[in-house]
Every structure is written in structure tokens, then in C-alpha cells.
């Protein structure tokens, strides 16, 4: 059972904003968002996470929708290093979960 | 900066040999995990554990098991290699409980495990 749904690919222009969503329509009030991403051959590298509130770090924005049953995590300014699988997560903060995630591949 | 150091980038073992995987972690971290990651099925949890001496089952823990004897190690065994466990190992450590910064998982850069 699937607990977030992502698409399989997506493609970005370098220097344009990548948005990529992500649905979780069966979110519990105790699970978290969370985004990571892998880049090859490397670990997956903390993005950022949220509860209910919008939040913004030095990586990204994550934009999650009033009623928690989707989210978008937006890199506001793609660069080619930023070509990665990225992956969502809901869960409560300890075991994590991985699904397939996105890939992303930021276009020059 | 936090790390996560795996003892073997790449491993060459024979089916049926006893093979551990080592990870080391130095933020005093409560949470240890290892995942393998295979094309096509993303990560998969095998084991965690939340505190010294103590494990969980993850989703596909048969074939492994590990070991937590300090804090900051957390190794994982093959008891008897296969070659259905060719795979990456990935380990990663968080802290526990809740909160605004508890959850970031940190990785290791992945053992590379080839069984022949």
C-alpha cells in the first residue's frame, strides 16, 4: 500500500523553478512530509519536512495544502546538479519508508 | 557535520560466506538503519534499531540480521551469503523522539555488494 503517490519523471529547464507534487490523501495527524533526494550512486541527502505549515530552507520550499492530502516541493532555481531521484514521504518522525519517487532531470 | 561512515564502498563475496557490513555514525544518534536499494524497487528497510542492544524487524529483514552492541555501530549480517542479496546497503542514523529537527535521516555513501 502505497502511502504517497509521485510521478514517475519529470524534466525542468535550468534556471526555472522545478515543482514536484506529491499526493498523500491518507496522511495521519501525527505523520510528517518528507523530502529527500539521491542523487547516483550517492546516499539520499535530507531536503526538508513539514507538519501542516508551508516551510523554506537554503534547499527548497515545501507547499503543503491545507487539508495535508497533497504537497509540492519546489526548487525555485534548477540547476543541473540538481538532477536526482526525489522522494516523498509521510510518515511520524523514526522509520521511513521510501517509495520509487521522481526522477528529475534538470534540462540545459 | 554529521557522518555516517560504511566500513566497504564494494564487496566481492562467494555464496554461502558469512559477510558483515559496518556503520558508524558520530552525533550520538539514537536511530541506526540499514536499507538495500535495488533498480526498480527503490530502498528497502531490512533492520533498524532505537537503541543499544535493541533491533526491529524492517520490511524485508529474512536472510539478515544485525548487531548493535555500542551506540554509534550498527552492522548488518549475511550469515550465509546469496546471490538474491546482491544489492547496495545503505545506512543511516536520526535522532530520536519528536520535534522540528528529529526524522532527517543520514546516510552513508552505500556499501556496494556483489555475491558470486
Known amino acids: 500500500d502505497a502511502k504517497t503517490t509521485q510521478p514517475p519523471s519529470m524534466d525542468c529547464a535550468e534556471g526555472r523553478a522545478a515543482n514536484l507534487p506529491c499526493n498523500h490523501s491518507t496522511i495521519s495527524g501525527n505523520e510528517y512530509v518528507y523530502w529527500y533526494r539521491q542523487i547516483h550512486s550517492q546516499g539520499p541527502q535530507y531536503i526538508i519536512h513539514g507538519l501542516k505549515n508551508n516551510e523554506t530552507n537554503e534547499m527548497a520550499s515545501l507547499i503543503i495544502t491545507e487539508d495535508r492530502k497533497s504537497s509540492t516541493l519546489i526548487l525555485p532555481h534548477a540547476t543541473l546538479r540538481d538532477t536526482a531521484v526525489y522522494y516523498c514521504?509521510?510518515?511520524?518522525?523514526?522509520?521511513?519508508?521510501f517509495g520509487k519517487g521522481t526522477h528529475l532531470i534538470i534540462q540545459p | 557535520d554529521v557522518k555516517v561512515t560504511q566500513s566497504s564502498r564494494y564487496l566481492v563475496k562467494r555464496t554461502g560466506e558469512k559477510v558483515f557490513l559496518e556503520c558508524v555514525q558520530d552525533?550520538?544518534?539514537?536511530?541506526m538503519f540499514w536499507y538495500r536499494q535495488d533498480p526498480g524497487l527503490g530502498l528497502r528497510l531490512i533492520y533498524f534499531?532505537?537503541?543499544?542492544?535493541?533491533?526491529e524487524k524492517g520490511d524485508i529483514p529474512e536472510g539478515y540480521s544485525v548487531s548493535r552492541e555500542k551506540k554509534e555501530r550498527f552492522s548488518l549480517i549475511l550469515e550465509s551469503a546469496s546471490t538474491n542479496q546482491t544489492s547496495m546497503y545503505l545506512c543511516?542514523?536520526?535522532?530520536?523522539?519528536?520535534?522540528?529537527?528529529?526524522?532527517?535521516?543520514?546516510f552513508g555513501e552505500g556499501s556496494r555488494l556483489t555475491v558470486l
Open positions: 514521504i509521510v510518515s511520524p518522525p523514526g522509520r521511513l519508508t
Open positions: 552525533m550520538d544518534h539514537e536511530n
Open positions: 534499531s532505537y537503541d543499544v542492544k535493541m533491533k
Open positions: 543511516a542514523s536520526s535522532q530520536i523522539g519528536w520535534g522540528p529537527n528529529t526524522g532527517e535521516l543520514f
